[in-house]
Each structure stands twice: as structure tokens, then as C-alpha cells.
């Protein structure tokens, strides 16, 4: 009987250790700040593209010692 009451005790414990959610919110926010971020790189990629297709070829000519 022991026993029993002491899995039972420890199967609780293990449940209610599980189903605790207190660290999921800050997760949450970090996986939206994740995406959030990624996306603001992807646009100034996509807005700025020209200008960095200049920069990396004037680099890359000063790097051949043509500038």
C-alpha cells in the first residue's frame, strides 16, 4: 500500500512538473522576436539589393587593384 501511495505521489509531482507554464510565454515572445527579425533582414535585403550588389563589385574591383 506504500507503494502505491508513493508512485502515486511521484506520478503527480511528474505531471504537475510537466504541465507548469511559466517559461512558455518568454519563449513565445522569442520565437516571434526570431521571426520578426528575420523578416526586417529579408526586406532590407530585398529594398537595398541594388546597392549592395554595387558595394560587393566595387569591393571585389578594389580587390583586383583596379580602383
Known amino acids: 500500500m506504500l507503494l502505491y501511495?508513493?508512485?502515486t505521489q511521484a506520478l503527480w509531482q511528474a505531471r504537475n512538473?510537466?504541465?507548469d507554464e511559466?517559461?512558455?510565454t518568454l519563449a513565445e515572445y522569442g520565437i516571434i522576436?526570431?521571426?520578426v527579425a528575420v523578416a526586417v533582414v529579408?526586406?532590407?535585403v530585398?529594398?537595398?539589393?541594388?546597392a549592395i550588389v554595387v558595394a560587393f563589385n566595387s569591393a571585389t574591383?578594389?580587390?583586383d587593384g583596379s580602383c
Open 5 to 7: 501511495i508513493m508512485l
Open 17 to 19: 512538473r510537466f504541465s
Open 22 to 24: 511559466r517559461g512558455q
Open 33 to 35: 522576436l526570431a521571426v
Open 42 to 44: 529579408v526586406l532590407a
Open 46 to 50: 530585398v529594398a537595398f539589393r541594388e
Open 61 to 63: 574591383d578594389c580587390l
